[in-house]
């Protein structure tokens, strides 16, 4: 289902003002949000996330752009978005992609996924360097 919503889905060409282009802006959201439950079930992330974290990561990932006010750059934004969403859906990318990219540093900030303290307990300091420039 979701797949067909994004087929419908698409950005034109040019936005005529700043005000369309946010429009634009709030459709791609609610439809992102509207595949949230197809993410989940494709990339098994109920043991990991759950959808208000995931909804919260789109937020985040959509916010980071806010300061952008050219109509041109925030429909290049928006057709980069598609494609990421198309690519997510379609199942272009793995589990892992997923979890590296959009789930696991949030978590991370959050502080909801590990315990750094029992992490470093009983390592030498190379070890802590070595974990804390990889991801795990």
Do not use: W
Not at 18 to 36: D, P, V, Y
Not at 88 to 106: T, W
Not at 108 to 122: P, Q, T, V, W
């Amino acid at each position: 289902m979701a797949s067909m919503m994004l087929r419908n889905f698409r950005v034109p060409p040019n936005s005529v003002s700043l005000e369309e282009a946010r429009n634009r802006t709030f459709e791609f959201f609610k439809m992102a949000c509207r595949s949230t439950p197809t993410i989940m079930d494709i990339y098994n992330l109920d043991d990991v996330v759950t959808h208000s974290q995931l909804r919260s990561i789109i937020a985040s990932e959509i916010r980071k752009n806010s300061h952008v006010t050219d109509p041109k750059v925030i429909d290049m934004l928006l057709f980069k978005g598609i494609e990421e969403l198309r690519n997510v859906i379609e199942h272009s990318k793995q589990r892992h992609h997923i979890l590296g990219q959009y789930v696991l540093p949030v978590l991370d900030r959050e502080n909801l996924l590990h315990d750094a303290g029992a992490k470093d307990r009983g390592m030498s300091d190379f070890l802590k360097n070595f974990y804390s420039s990889n991801y795990f």
